[in-house]
């Protein structure tokens, strides 16, 4: 089988693409990957790195508003859709899979012109341009959200990771706070924003640092590759505040954690939920609000609870997080309510829908 995944520009479209990739390969190592990208995307990065051909077409971001930038539209996507015909044509796809992103729109256009059958995968509860006008083609549309406004929609999940699908955070625990230099005794709250950090998050954790000693609380905090917060070190045999600005062994930071203070991207509450780590979810405060809406489930399962960026302080970090940390059994709770929200198996689930999609096509 000969599958071409447009997925790119950011690791919320390319993560879920590989998650499938790796899936697909599960079932049959002889199903063929070319992922689809621009220059411009983190595809440039993350898909080589696992191992898949990458096939680059010109990126067309889409205004939203009526701006004169749309006059520049139409050619540019023509340009593109020729491009990513091209893929189709030279792979002799059997099957486009779409993210969404600017990347998506052009391929579902070029799957349209060649007769190739489209999947269409939604993370957001609130479907973007691109994969509105991909579900206009397809009768197969896997969403993340019961309720994502989408026809056809079925409900799949988010492809995540085996590394993190399959982690056993009790069974590694005392292991992943060794690897990070941490007290395998403590509570222990994991602050991260991302590959780039949040500045907000970091401002706020890195000011409460006394706090957290003083309640006997440890932190891991990856505060982005680009960022230089860092707290005052406490004294001997205090609890300690680890500061690193880059983690690729997430699996190994959420078994260290009994509680995430974190972002809500669609990625990051697939993860934590999956692995059963409850959180304090700090939305970003930009888009059309799909970061509050992809917590809000696990928030209402009470799997974690969430705070506006504007109104996360030092202080409301001591009133609501570390309550939370200094229970016990309030985290046992919390996370067997985040582990009840979450899909372990979404990556299988979508590959058989893109399997069946192919052999019906046959």
Same mark, same amino acid.
């Given at each position: ?9 950011? $690791? ?22 070319? %992922? ?35 006059? $520049? ?49 939604? $993370? ?122 880059? %983690? ?13 203070? %974190? ?5 990051? %509450? ?93």
């Amino acid at each position: 089988m000969r599958v071409v995944l447009a997925g790119g520009g950011t $690791a919320g479209h390319i993560e879920p693409a590989l998650a499938l990739a790796d899936a697909l390969r599960r079932m049959d190592p002889s199903t063929r990957v070319t %992922c689809l990208g621009t220059e411009r995307g983190l595809e440039t990065t993350l898909v080589p790195q696992r191992g898949y051909d990458l096939a680059l077409i010109p990126p067309v971001p889409l205004p939203r508003t009526l701006t004169p930038k749309l006059l $520049a539209v139409p050619g540019r996507l023509n340009s593109a859709i020729n491009a990513a015909a091209g893929v189709l044509d030279r792979t002799g796809a059997d099957v486009l899979v779409g993210f969404g992103g600017y990347v998506a729109s052009p391929a579902y256009l070029a799957a349209r012109r060649r007769h190739v059958p489209i999947v269409v995968h939604e $993370a957001n509860p609130k479907p973007g341009i691109a994969n509105k006008l991909g579900a206009r083609f397809t009768d197969h549309v896997a969403v993340s959200h019961p309720d994502t406004p989408l026809p056809n929609a079925q409900f799949v999940g988010i492809p995540i990771r085996r590394q993190i699908a399959e982690l056993d955070r009790l069974a590694i625990g005392d292991k992943a706070r060794s690897y990070f230099g941490l007290d395998a005794d403590l509570p222990t709250l994991l602050v991260f924003g991302g590959s780039q950090g949040a500045r907000s998050l970091n401002r706020a954790a890195v000011a409460a640092a006394p706090a957290f000693r003083a309640a006997g609380v440890q932190v891991l905090h990856i505060v982005g590759k680009k960022n230089t917060e860092e707290a005052e070190p406490g004294r001997p045999g205090e609890p300690q505040y680890v500061t690193i600005p880059y %983690c690729d062994r997430m699996d190994l930071a959420y078994a260290a954690a009994d509680l995430a203070m %974190c972002r809500s991207g669609a990625m990051t %509450c697939a993860e934590l939920s999956a692995v059963g780590l409850p959180a304090a979810y700090v939305p970003l405060p930009i888009g059309n609000g799909e970061q509050a809406l992809n917590a809000a489930p696990i928030v209402n399962a009470g799997g974690g609870i969430m705070v506006e960026d504007s109104r996360l302080s030092p202080q409301w970090i001591v009133d609501h997080v570390l309550p939370i940390l200094r229970n016990a059994d309030l985290v046992v709770q919390m996370s067997e309510a985040a582990a009840s929200m979450g899909r372990r198996d979404a990556d299988a689930t979508l590959a058989r829908m893109v399997f069946e999609v192919v052999r019906a096509g046959r």
